[in-house]
């Protein structure tokens, strides 16, 4: 099988919010930006990677979800337990530095894990937890 990682999503409840967190803060381009105020499905990725993205989308509006279920996705989401995606950088310090310039949440400062891997962590506007990964 020849099978590639095309999109993936992220929920926000604050459409400009997660675009200024994505485009702005991250660098990553728009693609794709379709509907309006709270309803906005907005594609996002990185410019050296145009085959794969990640859907900023509203979480609660499929019509298959129970109101229990709206409830419980809204909640883990102030939490920041709902969505969460791993991202990756050769300079992690660098790039460290300028996300917290931004005045996002902070997670965890850059941090030699004990599998290995050296990473930080932040929340988006929306509680998504966004790791980011050194490349080594």
């Not at 920041?80 to 992690?92: M, S």
């Not at 790039?95 to 932040?122: H, I, L, N, W």
Request: glycine share 8%.
């Amino acid at each position: 099988m020849d099978i590639t990682i095309h999109t993936s999503f992220l929920p926000h409840v604050d459409p400009e919010a997660s675009l200024a967190f994505y485009r702005d803060v991250l660098g990553f381009e728009v693609r794709n930006d379709v509907g309006q105020g709270t309803m906005r499905w907005i594609t996002v990725g990185p410019a050296n990677q145009p085959d794969t993205s990640i859907l900023l989308a509203p979480p609660t509006v499929d019509p298959g979800i129970t109101e229990e279920e709206r409830r419980v996705i809204t909640e883990m989401m102030a939490k920041g337990t709902y969505g969460w995606i791993l991202l990756a950088t050769r300079d992690l310090d660098g790039t460290f530095e300028k996300v917290q310039a931004s005045d996002v949440e902070v997670v965890q400062e850059p941090t030699e894990q004990p599998y290995g891997m050296r990473d930080c962590a932040f929340r988006d506007p929306a509680g998504n937890l966004v790791r980011i990964q050194e490349l080594r």
